[in-house]
């Protein structure tokens, strides 16, 4: 398989995936927002009261990065173990695995798919901080 027809076929993964992202983005942002909006509800506002600045942030600024990143990796997460574990039950994984594709190029592609997913989650995420603080 030449490197053209490898880099296409890797490419139309990461658009199915990244397209499948956006159909069902009610799924796929909601719930992230949901969820970072309790912690800053919750250990915000109650435990962020009882804590001190930390380096001149507050509470709430401090904690930011980390539920970004904690919605990133789980995004990401959920996206690849979703897309494999669905098509092996489906049984749609067998036409990836009986095309002249190399195995690294299907991984790659199913990667990149969670990484499009992790980061516009990661997005959402940080744009939703910003009701509770300044960054």
Do not use: C, H
Request: hydrophobic letters at 55%; aromatic letters at 14%.
């Amino acid at each position: 398989m030449t490197p053209r027809k490898i880099y296409i076929s890797i490419l139309t993964i990461v658009i199915k995936e990244v397209g499948r992202i956006f159909r069902v983005w009610k799924q796929n942002f909601i719930p992230p927002v949901i969820t970072t909006a309790l912690y800053f509800i919750i250990f915000g506002t109650f435990i962020g009261a009882q804590i001190d600045r930390i380096d001149g942030l507050t509470y709430m600024q401090f904690i930011v990065p980390g539920l970004v990143m904690m919605a990133l990796i789980m995004g990401s997460f959920s996206q690849t173990s979703f897309t494999i574990s669905t098509s092996k039950f489906f049984k749609t994984i067998e036409e990836l695995i009986v095309s002249p594709m190399p195995v690294w190029g299907m991984v790659l592609g199913f990667i990149l798919g969670g990484i499009a997913r992790g980061f516009s989650v990661g997005l959402v995420i940080l744009l939703s901080s910003l009701f509770f603080t300044t960054l």
